[in-house]
């Protein structure tokens, strides 16, 4: 009798919760109009990037400065006193000698160090500290070991170098900008940055700069190492390994920071002249949310060339630090200034030619670009090194195993070589030979 009365109870219950929820229900109001899929915003999105607008490649004539039979490089050519406008280079790309300088490219550790170029002499830094000297004949002359006692090679990486005056300025991700008798490689002098010292240094007169860390601006006796005098910028830690070189001439010297700010400063006490900040990053990409500055800042005439990793490249006034024009190219390398024109490695793995004078572009070649050509698997891209204005061509090495040439009027492929392992380096020019550094950390030379 109970079992049937709880029975009865739950049925009970059930019609009546049947009966609550047909009450409650509401005629389903259907909105008139088209149905869209609510991922088709991010689909327009990915169209809109792929639409835009490409100028046509135009093959323009160039005026290229005479070639020079340069016999030393010997900094980055963000400077007029140092740089070789146009070097003499036969192009045929014939692979002369290579010669072992320490350690490759690994996990955690990369070169970063342009060769630099005198006396008969190529130096080189290698991913843990190490220089040497090799003859332009190709032989290992002196090699010198940078890494602190308590320290091992591969606990830091990065630096940079420059020559003047028969010393070699080695600055390294140990936090040390070191001087070097070139001749002998005998440590003259060391420095404690207080932080990484992966900046390529740039020399003028009696003074060495310097950007450490990304964020601190440098300049050092270069007969003693002492502190002239130093500046600090906004910290950032969104930051690409290495660092951009300071530019110089007789007046100023122009600094650039991991941050995206760009300053300059009276070369003879460290006043600070101007500051600018490059702001904006290329749409669609987050690679483009890094804007360390990436294309060291070049002086030509009164105005600075200065672009970041995140897809912007501006003219600056020198003396003023007025902004002149911005362009929507992200140089990942220094850019090269002849002929009215700019020639730059893009941060779209582009080789992209731009009128001087308001940025306008004028041709784009593209490069290799996705390691693997499975799109799941397309998170490597190549890297690549340049472009160079040598012997009447343009030049980029890429970590791809190739140099390549083009032609500067109007970007077509005109000549490759293979570099074993691939390049790691920018590459440099002297005595009509072209030296670059393999990922695999050896020294080539082509003539």
Avoid at 142 to 155: A, Q, Y
Avoid at 170 to 180: I, N, P, Q
Avoid at 281 to 302: E, M, Y
Avoid at 381 to 409: Q, T
Wanted: aromatic content about 8%; charged content about 20%; glycine content about 12%.
């Amino acid at each position: 009798m109970r079992v049937r009365l709880v029975r009865n109870w739950g049925w009970a219950l059930g019609l009546a919760g049947l009966v609550g929820l047909s009450a409650c229900a509401e005629r389903q109001v259907i909105l008139p109009g088209e149905r869209e899929n609510l991922r088709a915003v991010l689909s327009e999105d990915e169209a809109a990037l792929a639409a835009q607008e490409v100028p046509e490649n135009r093959a323009l004539p160039v005026s290229l400065p005479a070639t020079v039979a340069n016999t030393a490089w010997t900094q980055r050519h963000g400077s007029p006193a140092t740089r070789v406008a146009h070097p003499a280079f036969g192009g045929a790309m014939e692979m002369l000698w290579s010669n072992d300088i320490g350690a490759g490219d690994a996990r955690r550790n990369r070169i970063t160090a342009d060769p630099v170029v005198a006396g008969g002499r190529v130096f080189t830094l290698d991913s843990e500290a190490r220089v040497t000297a090799t003859s332009t004949a190709g032989e290992t002359v002196w090699s010198s070991d940078l890494v602190p006692p308590r320290d091992r090679g591969r606990d830091a990486t990065g630096g940079g170098l420059a020559f003047a005056d028969g010393k070699l300025f080695v600055s390294s991700g140990f936090g040390l900008l070191t001087a070097l008798d070139a001749a002998t490689g005998q440590q003259l002098w060391q420095q404690k940055l207080e932080t990484t010292g992966s900046g390529t240094p740039t020399v003028m007169g009696d003074t060495v700069y310097l950007v450490a860390g990304d964020r601190t601006a440098w300049a050092l006796n270069t007969e003693n190492g002492r502190i002239r005098w130093q500046f600090d910028s906004t910290p950032s830690v969104h930051n690409v390994l290495g660092g951009p070189a300071p530019a110089l001439n007789e007046q100023v010297a122009i600094f650039a920071f991991g941050s995206g700010e760009v300053q300059a400063a009276f070369r003879g006490g460290g006043l600070r002249l101007w500051n600018a900040v490059i702001s904006g990053h290329r749409d669609g990409f987050s690679r483009a949310r890094v804007t360390d500055i990436t294309g060291d800042p070049v002086l030509s005439g009164t105005t600075a060339y200065v672009g970041t990793y995140g897809g912007r490249l501006v003219a600056l006034n020198a003396g003023t630090g007025e902004r002149l024009w911005t362009a929507e190219e992200g140089p990942l390398n220094p850019v090269w200034v002849a002929g009215g024109s700019l020639f730059l490695v893009s941060d779209q793995n582009e080789l992209v030619r731009l009128d001087a004078e308001d940025g306008s572009r004028i041709w784009g070649t593209k490069l290799p670009l996705f390691v693997k050509d499975r799109p799941r698997r397309q998170k490597e891209v190549f890297a690549h090194y340049g472009p160079v204005i040598a012997g009447g061509r343009l030049i980029v090495a890429s970590n791809d195993g190739f140099v390549r040439s083009f032609d500067p009027v109007s970007g077509e492929l005109v000549g490759t070589v293979e570099i074993p392992g691939g390049a790691t380096t920018n590459p440099v020019f002297a005595g009509g030979v072209m030296y670059v550094v393999s990922s695999q950390g050896a020294l080539y030379a082509f003539r």
